[in-house]
């Protein structure tokens, strides 16, 4: 079966700092990637999705970045985080068209 | 690009029926979800609608009117933990399939 693994669960973060938020997938191979965020009290908004290793797609401007450098592993960052960085950041992966979401991180930018 | 709009509240009492409507605007359609979301968890997936009608499954049934970009989720039988957060998302694209999410609907099931 398929699973999908977010870390770290929790991050408080200075206004300033950098940022790594980690998404694995295991048990299928060549899946559609997803980074969304969710603000408090606001739906989810897409980052970014790939498709493949090295193709990344950004929906939104903004000062996060998004890579694959493995099949199943998607990572998004950040050289300077904002206090607007704050949120949930939920991974999700696909085959087809429905989407599988991770634990997510609550991030806090303080 | 994409609008969906959902209302933000509803309250029902337990045992009751309450319905979730969803209207869109989008290019690219290929579908409609409803997820189910938890304070402080990942949306669960809950039902996908791509052609017109009524989808049922068991307790919760969701509808799709293309022509109109209309959608609803029914909640029957509610119960206390049916509180939650109800999204409605649109899938759009091809081969990418993206998913614009609507703000969400807060459901209070009281006793």
């Known amino acids: 079966s398929q699973t999908i693994h977010q870390w770290p669960a929790t991050l408080v973060q200075p206004v300033g700092s950098p940022l790594s938020l980690e998404c694995t997938v295991e048990?299928?191979?060549?899946?559609?990637l997803y980074w969304y965020r969710q603000a408090a009290g606001r739906g989810l908004q897409l980052l970014f999705y790939s498709v493949g290793i090295g193709q990344i797609s950004s929906e939104v401007p903004q000062n996060l970045s998004a890579s694959r450098p493995q099949d199943r592993q998607f990572i998004l960052s950040s050289k300077k985080l904002l206090l607007s960085d704050s949120g949930f950041y939920l991974c999700?992966?696909?085959?087809?068209?429905?989407?599988?979401f991770g634990p997510g991180t609550r991030l806090t930018v303080t | 690009g994409q609008n969906i709009d959902q209302p933000t509240e509803m309250t029902a009492t337990e045992g009751a029926i309450v319905q979730i409507n969803c209207t869109y605007q989008t290019s690219g359609f290929n579908g409609l979800f409803w997820y189910q979301q938890h304070a402080g968890e990942a949306p669960t997936f809950l039902s996908y609608n791509v052609l017109d009608g009524l989808e049922e499954k068991g307790r919760f049934s969701s509808f799709l009117s293309r022509s109109k970009g209309y959608s609803y989720l029914l909640l029957k039988e509610l119960q206390m933990k049916d509180s939650a957060s109800y999204l409605c998302?649109?899938?759009?694209?091809?081969?990418?399939?993206?998913?614009?999410f609507g703000a969400g609907t807060t459901v209070t099931v009281r006793a």
């Open positions: 998302a649109v899938s759009y694209g091809s081969n990418d399939y993206k998913l614009s």
């Open positions: 048990g299928t191979s060549n899946p559609n």
């Open positions: 999700a992966w696909s085959s087809d068209y429905e989407q599988y």
